[in-house]
């Protein structure tokens, strides 16, 4: 069973501060990799995409990938209130399929 | 900017009855997906469509649902018998490539009820 395994949380960091989310992942022929966020009673909705192991930044998110050791993360720079919601590491495996983990609650308090 | 467009946004119906949840990809995306979110759990792959073929299927999708893109907008999902246990967030998602930049976009969702 090819799985993605994430800490449920809730991750509470205060707002100003950096957010570190992790995600690690069964099958070791995965090729890219995907962090959504995820308001609660709404559709995931994409942040970062990440297909070659090191480091990808986009304005406040920086996505990381050790393909070695089946580990990718999410740091969130300057967590604003807004930024609490679940965030939801997703795998590709074979040929399409989205294997997506249970997600990680952020909590950002003013 | 572009989004996936899924209708209707919450459905009820009783057990047994037949459901067509509808979705408009991306219009420039070719490669089309349903995804579930049971309540409490995580977001699960059911099935993917390219070239008006079924390309992926998970173990989920048996012989109760099935997909159609009846043309050239418009991509459903049919529940022909709902169970109980059919009652989630169904999402619709499309990409424009499979591989390599293959980022899936979310619709809103549709929430089915089945009593």
């Known amino acids: 069973q090819k799985e993605v395994e994430q800490n449920s949380g809730p991750l509470s960091v205060p707002e100003g501060a950096i957010a570190s989310l992790n995600c690690t992942y069964s099958d070791r022929v995965s090729q890219s990799f995907f962090w959504y966020r995820q308001y609660s009673g709404k559709s995931p909705e994409l942040i970062m995409s990440i297909y070659s192991n090191g480091d990808k930044e986009d304005g406040r998110f920086t996505a990381q990938l050790n393909k070695a050791s089946q580990y990718v993360s999410l740091l969130i720079r300057d967590s604003q209130p807004s930024d609490s919601a679940t965030y939801l590491c997703?795998?590709?495996?074979?040929?399409?399929?989205?294997?997506f983990g249970t997600g990680t609650r952020l909590l950002v308090s003013p | 900017e572009p989004e996936v467009t899924q209708t209707p946004s919450h459905q009820v119906t009783q057990m047994g009855q037949e459901v067509i949840l509808r979705c408009v990809p991306i219009?420039?995306?070719?490669?089309f997906y349903w995804y579930r979110q049971i309540l409490g759990q995580k977001v699960e792959f059911l099935v993917s469509f390219y070239n008006n073929e079924i390309s992926e299927k998970s173990e989920i999708f048996d012989d109760q649902f099935s997909v159609e893109r009846p043309d050239g907008s418009n991509f459903t999902l049919k529940i022909r018998s709902t169970k109980l246990e059919d009652s989630a967030m169904y999402f619709c998602?499309?990409?424009?490539?499979?591989?390599?930049?293959?980022?899936?976009?979310f619709g809103p969702g549709t929430r089915l009820t089945v009593l």
């Open positions: 219009s420039n995306h070719l490669y």
């Open positions: 997703a795998v590709r495996t074979g040929f399409q399929k989205l294997v």
């Open positions: 998602a499309s990409s424009a490539t499979s591989g390599g930049a293959d980022t899936q976009y």
